[in-house]
């Protein structure tokens, strides 16, 4: 698989409608049952009507995987996405330190960390997102150009921006501030 | 037992005491949840003494239950229940948004809420862990700050819990505003900014029970069911439809601004004076410059019919709610002579601030402006408003003064039926002629003049157990997919019947069989379990009490309203025939088992296994 091949998944916030049908995709596929909290995908709504779909930005220079002291975490050949060996994990909360947008999340009943492997390259909440038409997950080829770290970025940072263009900025800064 | 976490929180807000309630495979087979669980719970406990409980005495219980389709089928709500202080009944009232999913996370299926705390409190669940909370720091507030505060706060303290975990996503909340705390019958129970539990008035319940807010939070998964394969595609091809529904997609119910208004003569227009408007107004083309472009649907939802609305320009900039829905539209709009969007959205916003029901709120403001136009309400009665149709300024401060019970506010609090007892009783004329309600509920959206509106025929309201409920409308034959007993299915199994249009019946009971694993076929639901529902929620309604109580038949009718001709449109001219009326209300009557007077006989109370409810109604000499 060339680079071009792998997916990303590029996330347009302002079209979420918040249904969350992604989080229950993800999670039937991962854990088989509907379960939110288990998604490796997880909608924040921090301020009602601004939903920020929240997962894995893979950056180039996955700083989540230098940071695991356990070598829990590796980067898939194939897809580029993050594999999480739970065997290994600790739970020593050092990756979501070290990532830009504190994505990974510990499993809710295991003692691991749980982050997108983007489904073996077919991911499923973007599919979900697709049948609905709602287009805020779009899966794009992964270009060398663009540096994903710096879309990675946490739910607060997000929701501040996207309440931003989505209400304006006086009305966001009062029902966020 | 699938489909249910099992277990029930018990909350008695007196002494603070907090423990898990069951109930046996039976009642839930029987009851399914929500709604018909509710009114099991409500009759057990306080059907004996019914007619004394005061709906906004700490003695009223309340109810938040999810069924066993909450999260699996696409679309999800919660019912809020208990002694309703509109009709004195009970009424199953859902509202939208993701609590019934997080408090299943969290183990539970729904909630029993007893007594009154000493102060304002907020309930905090977070799987296990279970506080009543300090809420004097949030009391008078309004939607947006209530929210603000409590999304932080929690956020904080889950965190705190979980230090490791990563981010914390916010907890689902239910809520009140002033109008639910100063104790007014026409406060809703609010999730989100604007999504609400109206019908009821159980926003003011929670207010009487000093509840500003319920907070749950679940990291587990949702229960499992029966037949996973089975549930998942069911729900598949539930989706499906709804992905085809591209007129409802994309308007949701406001698109029915001008259908109803326009072509079917069914929309209220100044406080149902007329129920036709001409052609250009509340088209949903109209809105769309002020929604945001952006769909908005909570847990599961494949039409996500709502919208976020925003006004970014203009005197009202800084309005943020759902995009009016029909109801809405109607109530906030038509009915008080408003017919612009943007005047529409604002006062939308308004409301939900306060916490009012759009539909309980929007119908008592009109209230008072007929009133006002009719010079039986001076301006001085109104202290010193003037409420003119489409005058938004007035209808605003109005609405303040409703939700603070402030002056005039005080009377119009009490809902439409009552402020019109009690404004006709202080200028000495009989005003109950302009109260449009059904046994203390003001009538939904849709008139009944016209024949023309597809859920609202002449009995729809007069027959229901929820009064003006637009959503769960009396019909016949019972056993129709339309008809009151197939909505008590909706609101027991819970689940949005937005996102149920089109789907038959039948593929509900597999649904029910696929998630339970018990089966249950179109009969047995019609024939007996929602009857049973049914006939207890007709027998609370008809015991009532304390401050009104129902008389059968005599109150079984249309409001005089209903009965004046419909004064302009295409149907003008056009109003009920008193006749055929009475003959399909007689109809209902025996085809629910009632006898001619609308009381339930002691044969079919007995036949539901219901002899209890005979005692008492005999009790009453409701029955001899
Ligand atoms: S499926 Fe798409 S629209 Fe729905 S919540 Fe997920 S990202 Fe948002
Ligand atoms: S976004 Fe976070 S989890 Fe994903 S690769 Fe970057 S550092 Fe790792
Ligand atoms: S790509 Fe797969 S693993 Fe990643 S969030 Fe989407 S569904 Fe979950």
Known sequence: MSRNDQVWIKRNYENCSGCRRCEIA?????????????????????V???????????????????????????????TRAVNVDASKCTAC???IKACP????????????????????????????????????????????????????????????????????????????? | MRGYAGKFLEIDLSNRNIKETKFPDEVLRDYIGGRGLATKVLWDRLGREWETVDPLGPENILLVLTGPF?????????????????????????????????????????????????????????????????ASPIWGKKARETLRFLVRKSIEEIKDARPNYGEVKEPSILYIGPAGENKTRVAAVVAKYAHGAGYGGYGGVMGAKNLKAIVAKGFGPVPDVYDKEKTLSLAKGFSELNFEMERFRRW?????????????????????????????????????????????????CPTTCLKLAVLKTGRFKGAICDNPDYELEA??????????????????????????????????????????????????????????????????????????????????????????????????????????????????????????????????????????????TASLPLDQGSGELSTIMADSAVFCVFAAFGIEDIKMFNFYEAVTGWKLTKKEWYNEKALRILHLQRA???????????????????????????????????????????????????????????????????RLGLEDVEAKLKEVSLIK
């Open chain 1, 93 to 95: 909360g050092l990756c």
């Open chain 2, 252 to 300: 949701g119910t406001g698109g029915g601004g001008y259908f109803f208004g326009a072509e079917t003569s069914s929309e209220p227009i100044r406080n149902w004076q007329n129920e036709w408007h001409n052609k250009e107004s509340y088209k949903g083309e109209e809105f769309d410059k002020y929604w945001v472009k952006k769909n908005w649907g909570d847990f599961g």
């Open chain 1, 26 to 46: 993800c999670a039937l596929y991962h854990e088989g049952k509907i379960w939110p909290e288990a998604s490796r995908i997880r909608v924040f709504m921090l």
């Open chain 1, 101 to 177: 947008g504190n994505v990974p999340h510990l499993h809710p009943e295991g003692n691991y960390i749980v982050i997108c492997d983007l489904c073996d390259g077919k991911p499923k909440c973007v599919k979900a997102c697709q049948e609905g038409r709602w287009n805020t997950l779009m899966p794009v080829p992964r270009e060398k150009e663009v540096s994903y770290k710096t879309l990675a970025k946490t739910p607060k940072e997000l929701t501040h921006e996207v309440a931003k263009q989505i209400l304006g900025e006086e009305t966001a800064k009062e029902v966020i501030d």
């Open chain 2, 540 to 606: 609370m309604l008809l015991l009532g009490g304390p401050d009104v109580k129902w008389k059968p038949k005599a109150d079984d009718d249309n409001p005089p309203r209903f009965w004046e001709p419909l004064p302009s449109g295409p149907y003008k001219g056009k109003t009920l025939d008193r006749k055929m009326f009475e003959e399909s209300r007689l109809e209902y009557f025996r085809a629910a088992g009632w006898n001619e007077n609308g009381v339930p006989k002691p044969e079919t109370l007995r």
């Open chain 2, 70 to 134: 909450t999260g699996y089928f696409p679309g999800t709500k919660v019912c809020v229940s208990g002694k309703s202080p509109q009709s004195n009944g009970v009424i199953g009232s859902t509202v939208a948004g993701e609590f019934g999913i997080d408090l299943k996370c969290a183990g539970y299926d729904g909630l029993i809420i007893t007594g009154k705390a000493e102060k304002p409190c907020y309930v905090f669940i977070c799987d296990n862990q279970v506080e009543i909370k300090d």
């Open chain 1, 48 to 78: 009602p009507g601004v939903e920020i779909p929240h997962l894995c930005f893979q950056c180039d220079d996955y700083p989540c995987v230098e940071a695991c002291p356990t070598e829990a975490l590796s980067v898939n050949s194939q």
């Open chain 2, 331 to 472: 109530y906030l709009g038509t009915n008080l002579g408003i017919f612009t969007p943007e005047e529409n959205i604002y006062l939308s916003y308004v409301s939900n601030e306060l916490g009012l029901c759009g539909i309980q709120g929007g119908a008592v403001l009109g209230l008072a402006a007929e009133l006002y136009e009719k010079e039986i309400l001076t301006k001085e009665d109104l202290d010193g408003i003037e409420p003119e149709w489409a005058n938004v300024e007035a209808f605003t401060t109005l609405a303040e003064k409703v939700a603070f019970r402030q002056g005039i506010g005080d009377i119009l609090a009490e809902g439409v039926y009552r402020a019109a007892l009690k404004l006709g009783e202080m200028k000495g004329v009989d005003l109950l002629k302009y109260a449009v309600h059904e046994k203390g509920v003001a009538i939904g959206a849709h008139g009944v003049r016209s024949g023309k509106d597809f859920i609202a025929k002449n009995i729809a309201y007069a027959c229901s157990v929820q009064g003006g409920d637009h959503t769960s």
